[in-house]
């Protein structure tokens, strides 16, 4: 019988300890997942700041958290040589290591221009974490294991025969590399692709060449010609005339019937092979203004007018014009859900503060990061699609940022009144309610399961003395 009583409370111990166990979790998740991304979304709803023409205080916290882990990710990158492994097939595993290195390059750029003058401990920390995680950035640009995909496709030529996206991306990324560290480690290999990919865009019938052999992207020829203006000032070479000639080709040959540029052409005419798509649109309108401000704006004037879709719940960029039917998606857009692009309203964020639209830039972006399901890690979606289909949880966000960080112009703001979609207030009550909830429940089962305890404790014990005379005879 003892040893049954034993048992008993043993088991009654281990049940404990269990549930106790078990609601800290609960407790724990419902702060991290649920509480705290609710107090992030009201946070960013209330927060001016992504109205203004600067960089604000959550973004640069969110830049210095990004920043420690592509740190981490691209050394880990580089020495796995995983570069030289993957399919050239994989878009997402060739691409999006060196797109997601230039965007770290050119979002710290900016960074450091926004921390000019500025002394405190912040501004020391970042500086030497931006210094630090560049070197990775621009490594895993030069490295010609980077580069194991398009030799595939463009043979040993591939630095010298077309193949713009990715010799665009050399010139970018270390473009901004130079701006940030002043050294002139990668200047050969820079300023070999800006002579000879400026030579072969100048010489083409049209400015336009392919990124891969048949298929050329107007947005992705338009970001060369920036990147070629943009290594000018340290190479003393002129490609004025180039980003002359290829706005007037795309302002007229490759229009669609939007007013935007297609998103493929055709080299040898300069025609447009595709319909006008977001995510196309997007890019193009991020460094569209570097070349000609007149085109830009009025480009951004027909996106807003046949691209910009506000159903009161969600205002964002569709990947179709309006008068598409249909809402494919594939690689280039992203998922498409209710004609919205997810890739072109992220995108979209860059393209809304290059062009001074900071009323649709702030909601975007208001929008976007509790949609992101923020964490104390970061953003758990993009951090979960970049982990699970290259193992770069970082990539997702450091897109996020370069849009959130592009330099506004000092004219043409078109200022930001404070509005708020109807989903931005859903979505903090999707996170805040069950996150009181779950906390609560936890609370009344505590609660419940203590009280008979603390009745006992306030019980007197019985005393023979102090009972009351029934009047009977022992």
């Known amino acids: 019988m003892d040893k049954l009583m034993a048992l008993e409370t043993r088991m009654g111990v281990w049940k404990f300890y269990f549930r106790a166990g078990l609601s800290l979790c609960v407790v724990i998740s419902s702060l991290i997942f649920l509480l705290y991304p609710a107090w992030v979304t009201l946070r960013v709803a209330l927060d001016s700041g992504f109205g203004k023409p600067g960089i604000n205080s959550y973004t640069l916290s969110m830049f210095e958290q990004v920043s420690h882990r592509y740190n981490k990710w691209g050394n880990h990158y580089l020495k796995s040589q995983y570069a030289s492994k993957v399919s050239w097939e994989s878009?997402?595993?060739?691409?999006?290591?060196?797109?997601?290195?230039?965007?770290?390059?050119?979002?710290a750029e900016e960074i450091l221009h926004q921390l000019e003058g500025k002394k405190n401990w912040q501004a020391r920390r970042l500086r030497k974490e931006i210094l630090k995680t560049s070197e990775v950035a621009a490594r895993i640009v030069a490295d010609p294991s980077t580069a194991t995909w398009v030799k595939q496709q463009w043979g040993e030529n591939y630095l010298t025969k077309e193949n713009v996206f990715y010799r665009m991306l050399l010139i970018m990324g270390l473009t901004h590399y130079e701006h940030i560290t002043?050294?002139?480690?990668?200047?050969?290999?820079?300023?070999?692709?800006?002579?000879?990919?400026?030579?072969?865009?100048?010489?083409?019938?049209?400015?336009?060449?392919?990124?891969?052999?048949?298929?050329?992207?107007?947005?992705d020829v338009l970001w060369a010609v920036a990147a070629l203006r943009r290594a000018d000032p340290l190479l003393g070479t002129d490609h004025q005339k180039l980003g002359d000639d290829l706005m007037k080709v795309l302002n007229t040959k490759t229009l669609a019937k939007e007013g935007l540029p297609t998103f493929m052409a055709i080299k040898f005419t300069g025609?447009?092979?595709?319909?006008?798509?977001?995510?196309?649109?997007?890019?193009?309108?991020?460094?569209?203004?570097?070349?000609?401000?007149?085109?830009?704006?009025?480009?951004?004037?027909?996106?807003?007018?046949?691209?910009?879709?506000?159903?009161?719940?969600?205002r964002g960029f569709r990947e179709y014009s309006k008068g598409i039917p249909y809402s494919n998606n594939d690689v280039d857009s992203g998922p498409v859900m209710g004609g919205f692009g997810s890739v072109a309203t992220v995108i979209g964020i860059g393209a809304a503060r290059a062009n001074?639209?900071?009323?649709?830039?702030?909601?975007?972006?208001?929008?976007?990061?509790?949609?992101?399901?923020?964490?104390?890690?970061?953003?758990?979606?993009?951090?979960?699609?970049?982990?699970?289909?290259?193992?770069a949880a970082p990539l997702g966000e450091m897109a996020l940022l370069f849009s959130m960080t592009r330099p506004v112009p000092s004219r043409d703001v078109v200022s930001s009144p404070w509005t708020l979609p109807w989903g931005i207030i859903l979505i903090f009550f999707i996170f805040l309610l069950p996150g009181l909830y779950l906390i609560y429940t936890e609370y009344r089962y505590w609660k419940k399961w203590l009280k008979p305890m603390g009745q006992s404790a306030e019980r007197p014990e019985a005393n023979p003395d102090t009972q009351p005379d029934t009047g009977e005879i022992e």
């Not at 990668?186 to 336009?208: C, F, H, I, M, N």
């Not at 702030?362 to 289909?389: E, F, Y």
């Open 91 to 107: 878009v997402a595993g060739t691409e999006w290591p060196i797109f997601g290195s230039v965007f770290y390059l050119a979002t």
């Open 356 to 391: 001074g639209r900071l009323d649709h830039a702030s909601v975007l972006t208001r929008q976007i990061i509790p949609a992101s399901w923020p964490t104390p890690w970061g953003l758990m979606i993009p951090s979960l699609m970049g982990g699970l289909m290259i193992d």
């Open 271 to 314: 025609e447009g092979h595709d319909l006008s798509r977001g995510c196309g649109n997007s890019g193009i309108l991020i460094y569209a203004p570097e070349l000609d401000r007149g085109i830009s704006h009025r480009w951004y004037q027909n996106y807003e007018k046949h691209f910009w879709q506000d159903n009161g719940w969600i």
């Open 182 to 219: 002043g050294k002139l480690t990668y200047r050969p290999l820079l300023g070999s692709q800006v002579q000879t990919l400026g030579k072969e865009l100048s010489e083409a019938p049209y400015p336009l060449l392919d990124d891969y052999p048949g298929d050329c992207y107007p947005n």
